[in-house]
């Protein structure tokens, strides 16, 4: 039996005179959606690394979802790849993520997520194409540029850095997408339901998106 405990905020910072006994976990709290910041990203990896090479058990939650984010879109899947791998690299072997609601919107980040924890050595494009021919078939090109114009505004952006600095994060979220923007995304997923009007069950995964769409639109 294992205690764990939380590395949180100010107490995150490496131990230099205590340790953790080797009956406790260190779960290291961390926000990797961040890291298209490249300073934030180097901090928490050093952090983290040097963390590992002094407690027994390292463990990591990381903020993929943040209950205080309004759930809109936010695609990243390459920085999950590269944040599991690099959390493996440095000793963790325990993983939790604060859970998500948000499927119409950020469901790819979750399905990247699932298989990188399997193995961390996981090509997410390899996920994302698997993720799109999968789940809908004739569309897939579609959306995959769906899906990529997310993900790359989020890289962009420096992780939203670049809309949500010095504003509340509500107005900050606001300014991610343009009124342009958001009428390319829409004219995609009709397309995408254009391409799979014979197809049931792929129409009805295009209009879970297109919920997620309205809703990081309003």
Same mark, same amino acid.
């Given at each position: 039996?294992?205690?764990? =405990? ?7 910072? *490496? ?5 953790? $006994? ?45 209950? !205080?984010?309004?759930?809109?879109? #936010?695609?990243?899947?390459?920085? =999950? ?17 604060? *859970? ?24 997410? /494009? ?41 504003? /509340? ?9 343009? %009124? ?6 829409? !004219? ?5 339901? %254009?391409? !799979?009007?014979?197809? $049931? /069950?792929?129409?009805? #995964? ?13």
């Amino acid at each position: 039996r294992l205690l764990l =405990i939380q590395l949180y905020s100010y107490y995150r910072r *490496p131990p230099t005179r205590y340790h953790l $006994p080797p009956e406790v976990i260190g779960q290291y709290c961390v926000m990797g959606a961040a890291f298209w910041n490249e300073g934030a990203c180097a901090v928490e990896y050093a952090r983290i690394r040097e963390t590992g090479q002094r407690v027994a058990h390292l463990g990591i939650y990381e903020y993929y979802s943040n209950g !205080a984010w309004p759930e809109v879109h #936010r695609l990243f899947p390459h920085l =999950i790849a590269d944040t599991v791998r690099e959390y493996y690299e440095a000793g963790a072997r325990y993983f939790a993520t604060q *859970p998500s609601t948000g499927f119409a919107v950020n469901g790819l980040n979750f399905f990247v997520l699932g298989r990188c924890l399997w193995n961390t050595r996981t090509d997410p /494009d390899a996920v994302i194409d698997d993720f799109c021919r999968s789940g809908f078939g004739p569309a897939a090109d579609v959306i995959r540029s769906y899906l990529s114009a997310f993900a790359q505004r989020w890289r962009d952006t420096q992780s939203g850095e670049g809309a949500t600095s010095g504003v /509340d994060r509500h107005t900050g979220f606001a300014r991610l997408y343009s %009124k342009d923007f958001f009428a390319r995304r829409q !004219a995609e997923l009709d397309a995408a339901e %254009k391409i !799979a009007a014979e197809q $049931p /069950d792929i129409l009805q #995964r295009l209009r879970f998106l297109q919920a997620g769409l309205h809703h990081t639109r309003l």
